[in-house]
């Protein structure tokens, strides 16, 4: 009996110590997580003002610039600068640090858009309906940059001779994937064999056509009551963005 006891506080004793350097283990790991999260936000948040004052100081040249197309080239740079530092101030301020949600940085960037190019004024409005769907960067900076250049080619061509219109922004989850779709009610664009006639934003259509290659999406082009661009795009095809 004495030796059976002395086995069973032996193991007691064991289990304790064991559970004692499992407890301190775990504390350690939970201690390191938390200054790697920590650091992550860091680094989100010095990117997103490096992004930011790289806006402010292309806003302020812009100022300076009286040539029409250098003035317009410097605004979308500004976009698509603003673009990017909305997405890091998402993962900033978030819970999660290795995506976004979607639907936030969406509306946000409609937001952007319309304080940039003054729409309200022009009586144009931007409306988003976008699902709540959680993204990477590897996918959120790529479908981002295509909506921003969509929506801006949209404001810059759509409306005419200061013609009021609407400018919607569609973000739908499916079963295997989500569809980008950005419509407006304006004149719309001549199409050739399902591909815009007009060259004369001729780079912004090319960066779309190439990071919908990216994100291994096929681009639709539509006419009918404005303009529509409609893409499909595969949850677990996109390559990585910064391979």
Known sequence: MLLFAGV????????QLNNAVLEQTNQALHLKNNEVQTLLREVHHRVKNNL?????????????????????????????????????????????LKSISIKTYLFELAQSLQDTYQLEERQISIVTDVDE?????????????????????????????????????????????????????????????????????AFGLELVESLAEKIKASLVFSNGQGTSVEAFVHFNKHEPLFP
């Open 133 to 201: 769907i959680s993204m990477d960067l590897d996918l959120a900076i790529p479908t981002g940059l295509i909506v921003n250049e969509l929506v801006i080619n949209a404001i810059k061509h759509a409306f005419p001779n200061n013609q009021m219109g609407e400018i919607n922004i569609g973000v739908k989850k499916q079963e295997t994937g989500f569809t980008i779709k950005v419509r407006d009610n304006g004149v719309g664009i001549k199409l050739l064999e399902g591909k815009p006639v007009d060259k004369t934003n």
């Open 8 to 15: 069973l506080w032996r193991n007691g004793r064991i289990r």
């Open 52 to 96: 930011q004052i790289i806006s402010s100081l292309l806003r302020l040249q812009a100022r300076v610039v009286n040539d029409t197309g250098a003035l317009d080239a410097l605004r979308m740079s500004q976009s698509r600068v603003q673009s990017i530092a909305l997405l890091h101030q998402r993962l900033y301020q978030g819970e999660e």
